[in-house]
């Protein structure tokens, strides 16, 4: 059974994920701010934690990023705030995903279980996705058990792409997360170069999907 830690200020907003949570099957602990959370964290192990960004006594960006610097625990990020600042500077304290408030309960539901299957299925030193294998140590791919040679770049772009499979990745998401911000050129840069990925992942290279108008996502088709 996955253990949910629900973080949120707002009783009402924790009883409402707590209700969906229990419904899916997940036991669930609570925390009212960002420091009980992390005091939680220090004690116990979650398979993930649903957060609040604003709190009084710590904000969810300080608390995610402290309980991230010691336990690798996904993190959901809960947040009125929906500016693509607020989305990019929240997955850059750590957190694995994002959601607007106000949420849809089931949704959420979905996203949970996203997160939790795709980081079940990491370990300390690989993350597979059906015939495609990442040693993260060793920073190298294999494709049915055959290395696959890729630059520094296209590996920290499959492995971004990977570690968020199924959900899309804005241009901007990438561009921060792969090259920093002293890029500018976002569409052409990124577009350019899951082109030269996918030129070199061979029977993979439809798994790297086009979202029209957005930008890209992973998937795993097989």
Known sequence: MAKILIVDD???????????????????SEASGGLEAVMMCQNENFDVIIMDAMMPDMDGFSACKKIRSTKDIPVIMLSARGEEYDKLFGFETGADDYVVKPFSPRELMARIKVVINRHGKETADN???????????????????KRTELTAKEYDLLL?????????????????????????????????????????IGKCRDNIVTVRGVGYKFENKE
Do not use: C, F
């Not at 707002?10 to 669930?28: K, V, W």
């Not at 993350?127 to 058990?145: C, H, P, Q, W």
């Open 160 to 200: 971004y792409l990977i570690k968020n499979i199924g959900i899309v990745l804005t241009r901007e998401q990438i561009m921060e997360a792969v090259w920093g911000y002293e890029y500018y050129t976002a569409d052409r840069t990124v577009d350019w170069q899951i082109k030269q990925l996918r030129s070199h």
């Open 10 to 28: 707002e009783p009402d907003i924790r009883a409402l994920i707590r209700r969906y949570s229990m419904h899916e099957g997940y036991d669930t």
């Open 127 to 145: 993350i597979k996705a059906g015939s495609m294998e990442i040693d993260t140590l060793g920073r190298v791919v294999y494709i049915d058990g």
